[in-house]
Nanobody
Framework: QLQLVESGGGLVQPGGSLRLTCVGS????????IGWFRQVPGKEREGISC????????TYADSVRGRFAVSRDNSKNTVYLQMNSLKPEDTAVYYC???????????????????WGQGTQVTVSS
C-alpha cells in the first residue's frame, strides 16, 4: 500500500517562497505520476500540478504556472513543489496524490488519483 506524507507548509509573507515535499513509503514512486492539489474551506479541491513517472517539465494549472515548479527524486521516493512569488490566494491545504504513470489527459482531476497524503497547510499573509 502506498502512503504519501506532505511537509514543508507554513506561514509566509506575500512574495515569499516555500518548498513542499511529498515522501512515499510502502511502494516505490518510480512508476507513479504525482499530482499536487490544494483546497480551501468551502471550495473544491483544485489540481495545480502533475509530474509524470519519468520526470520532465510537469503540468500546471494557469493559477500557478510560472510561479510553481514540480520536481522529483526517485532515489529518495520524493516529489517537490517549489512555490515562488506566493500570493494570499495561494493559502490552502496542499495535498499530493499518486496515479499510475503519466500526467496526460485528466492530470489535474482529483478523481483520477488513487492515493492521497494528509495535506499540509500553507498560509500566505503579511
Amino acid at each position: 500500500q502506498l502512503q504519501l506524507v506532505e511537509s514543508g507548509g507554513g506561514l509566509v509573507q506575500p512574495g515569499g517562497s516555500l518548498r513542499l515535499t511529498c515522501v512515499g513509503s510502502g511502494v516505490t514512486l518510480e512508476h507513479w505520476a504525482i499530482g499536487w492539489f490544494r483546497q480551501v474551506p468551502g471550495k473544491e479541491r483544485e489540481g495545480i500540478s502533475c509530474i509524470g513517472s519519468g520526470g520532465g517539465g510537469g503540468t500546471y494549472a494557469d493559477s500557478v504556472r510560472g510561479r510553481f515548479a514540480v520536481s522529483r527524486d526517485n532515489s529518495k521516493n520524493t516529489v517537490y513543489l517549489q512555490m515562488n512569488s506566493l500570493k494570499p490566494e495561494d493559502t490552502a491545504v496542499y495535498y499530493c496524490a499518486a496515479r499510475w504513470a503519466s500526467c496526460s489527459g485528466t492530470a489535474l482531476s482529483m478523481s483520477s488519483y488513487d492515493w492521497w497524503g494528509q495535506g499540509t497547510q500553507v498560509t500566505v499573509s503579511s
